[in-house]
């Protein structure tokens, strides 16, 4: 079985651990709990004839770039940017982090989650936003950690991205 290894990477309370907890258990619970430094997953999974052992690195949540600890990325071969959309600061927080993942670990596959898509409504980042993004060539994926909706999928596609 093929080892990758994923870092999800953005603010506080945008949903990086509810996204895993939905991938790896389909569960989601509304209780937040902040994770400190850094909590380790892991799921089996088929990609095409392939068996793969997703080891996904939730990283603490950050507001300042800068403190995010380096050495957690070492050996990442993809990861997610994650955002609130319902915040926009966190689009802005994100993107700061991917030039940050990308610099450090160089040009592996990634995407960017806009989170809480369940909350649409209220969203503060835009559409147009998003498409912008997009047409740069960044992967977008609208994922709701509480409905399930798309974090599946996600997950795969970068699994399938890092096989190349």
Not at 52 to 71: P, Q, R
Not at 100 to 105: K, N, P, T
Request: charged share 20%; hydrophobic share 45%.
């Amino acid at each position: 079985m093929i080892n990758k290894k994923v870092c999800m990477l953005g603010a506080f309370a945008v949903g990086k651990t509810a996204l895993v907890q939905q991938y790896v258990h389909s569960i989601f619970t509304d209780r937040y709990l902040s994770t400190v430094g850094v909590k380790i997953s892991k799921k089996a999974v088929k990609a095409g004839n392939t068996s793969v052992n997703t080891v996904l690195w939730d990283l603490e949540g950050k507001d300042d770039y800068a403190d995010v600890h380096i050495s957690y990325l070492r050996g990442a071969m993809g990861f997610f940017v994650v955002a609130d959309g319902s915040r926009k600061e966190t689009l802005d927080i994100a993107l700061s982090l991917r030039i940050l993942a990308l610099d450090l670990i160089g040009p592996v596959p990634h995407a960017l989650l806009v989170n809480k898509a369940d909350l649409a409504s209220s969203w503060e980042v835009t559409g147009d936003q998003l498409y912008a993004l997009e047409q740069k060539g960044m992967t977008v994926i609208k994922t709701s950690a509480k409905t399930g909706l798309a974090v599946n999928e996600s997950f795969l596609f970068l699994t399938e991205a890092m096989l190349g």
